[in-house]
């Protein structure tokens, strides 16, 4: 039985007469209530953005179909106060708007859709959206972490959750992966915050340690074994740049983690560290097309790093790089770089 048999079919099991034109009356009022529904998401997918990916433009709502499928969905919950669907539609085509002052209004949309149906995980990832978009500058943290508990609710409720039009293009989510992927851009924008604001209370803090011992000198050196690369590496290349805070190693790390696909921020002593690199690249040096390790450092990242050069129908590399706090390394490198 469909959702809308079961929220307005009724059955008697004895129909009399006035009881069955009842029922006859109340699928017809059904019937229109569904399909004006129906006719609401056809005109509000119409709305969506078209993305085109050899434009320069960012795609934009066609603002008329947005406003129309938001006045039948108006019509739907004027009708039928209990209507989940239209209730959340409602509430997604005022954030589609980004319309804030009316946003309060589409919390509480949804805040009754949630009473009537706890369990709809749409409810949470548009409650999720709303919450983000709803924060200030000053409360931003506290809206992306409210946007994350949402999202985790929908898939919480339904682990293979996406939706089926998605929110804004640049949060389109009609899969479950780009769901999870979008949950994930979530959790590293809070996690970005916060290392900026501990930045900030770092820079700010008079009493803050500075590391004002001299840096020693490094020229660039290339070589095939892994003993000496590693050498260079964790015992000169890194103590020609300055120490930094944990928490600025945190705020680099995030600035390449995405574009390496790195897997994790290794720290530890620097025999620790310099064990683990030298495991690594005695791994690399096995590979077919291995050509040379190469070691640098990068002042403007304080930063040292080792780049690993293949040689496989073209050049490639696989990049290790390693900074320094006051008391211990941290590592990084690509997915092929394991603890």
Same mark, same amino acid.
């Given at each position: 039985?469909?959702?809308?048999? *079961?929220?307005? +079919?009724?059955?008697?099991?004895?129909?009399?007469?006035?009881?069955?034109?009842?029922?006859?009356?109340?699928?017809?009022?059904?019937?229109?209530?569904?399909?004006?529904?129906?006719?609401?998401?056809?005109?509000?997918?119409?709305?969506?953005?078209?993305?085109?990916?050899?434009?320069?433009?960012? %795609?934009?709502?066609?603002?008329?179909?947005?406003?129309?499928?938001?006045?039948?969905?108006?019509?739907?919950?004027?009708?039928?106060?209990? #209507?989940?669907?239209?209730?959340?539609?409602?509430?997604?085509?005022?954030?589609?708007?980004?319309?804030?002052?009316?946003?309060?209004?589409?919390?509480?949309?949804?805040?009754?859709?949630?009473?009537?149906?706890?369990?709809? %995980?749409?409810?949470?990832?548009?409650? +999720?959206?709303?919450?983000?978009?709803?924060?200030?500058?000053?409360d931003k943290e506290n809206g992306i972490q409210?946007?994350?508990?949402?999202?985790?609710?929908?898939?919480?409720?339904?682990?293979?959750?996406?939706?089926?039009?998605?929110?804004?293009?640049?949060?389109?989510?009609?899969? #479950?992966?780009?769901?999870?992927?979008?949950?994930?851009?979530?959790? *590293?924008?809070?996690?970005?915050?916060?290392?900026? *604001?501990?930045?900030?209370?770092?820079?700010?803090?008079?009493?803050?340690?500075?590391?004002?011992?001299?840096?020693?000198?490094?020229?660039?050196?290339?070589?095939?074994?892994?003993? =000496?690369?590693?050498?260079?590496?964790?015992?000169?290349?890194?103590?020609?740049?300055?120490?930094?805070?944990?928490?600025?190693?945190?705020?680099?790390?995030?600035?390449?983690?995405?574009?390496?696909?790195? =897997?994790?921020?290794?720290?530890?002593?620097?025999?620790?560290?310099?064990?683990?690199?030298?495991? #690594?690249?005695?791994?690399?040096?096995?590979?077919?097309?291995?050509? #040379?390790?190469?070691?640098?450092?990068?002042?403007?990242?304080?930063?040292?790093?080792?780049?690993?050069?293949?040689?496989?129908?073209?050049?490639?590399?696989?990049?290790?790089?390693?900074?320094?706090?006051?008391?211990?390394?941290?590592?990084?490198?690509?997915?092929?770089?394991?603890?």
């Open positions: 039985m469909s959702f809308w048999s *079961r929220l307005f +079919g009724k059955q008697e099991s004895k129909p009399t007469a006035i009881a069955t034109e009842k029922k006859d009356n109340a699928q017809s009022v059904s019937s229109i209530q569904e399909d004006e529904f129906q006719k609401a998401m056809r005109i509000y997918r119409q709305s969506q953005p078209k993305y085109d990916p050899d434009s320069i433009r960012f %795609p934009s709502f066609n603002k008329e179909k947005l406003r129309n499928a938001f006045e039948l969905f108006c019509k739907c919950v004027e009708t039928d106060p209990k #209507n989940v669907d239209a209730l959340l539609m409602k509430a997604q085509c005022i954030y589609d708007f980004y319309d804030r002052e009316q946003m309060a209004s589409a919390m509480e949309d949804v805040e009754k859709a949630i009473q009537l149906n706890p369990n709809n %995980p749409r409810a949470y990832e548009i409650r +999720g959206s709303l919450f983000y978009a709803m924060s200030s500058e000053d409210l946007a994350i508990e949402n999202s985790k609710k929908a898939l919480e409720l339904n682990p293979q959750y996406s939706s089926d039009f998605g929110t804004r293009i640049s949060t389109r989510t009609t899969t #479950n992966s780009a769901f999870r992927k979008n949950l994930n851009g979530l959790e *590293r924008s809070l996690e970005e915050l916060r290392l900026e *604001r501990q930045l900030q209370t770092e820079a700010q803090s008079a009493d803050q340690s500075k590391d004002s011992s001299p840096l020693a000198e490094f020229k660039e050196i290339t070589n095939k074994s892994p003993d =000496e690369a590693t050498d260079a590496l964790c015992k000169e290349a890194i103590y020609a740049v300055p120490a930094i805070s944990e928490t600025m190693v945190r705020k680099y790390y995030l600035d390449v983690s995405s574009s390496w696909a790195s =897997e994790q921020l290794i720290e530890g002593s620097p025999e620790e560290i310099a064990s683990t690199v030298l495991k #690594n690249l005695q791994r690399m040096k096995a590979q077919a097309g291995f050509q #040379n390790f190469t070691v640098k450092t990068y002042l403007a990242d304080n930063c040292a790093q080792l780049n690993v050069l293949f040689s496989l129908g073209g050049f490639t590399f696989q990049p290790v790089r390693v900074w320094r706090s006051s008391e211990k390394l941290f590592v990084c490198g690509n997915a092929a770089f394991k603890p």
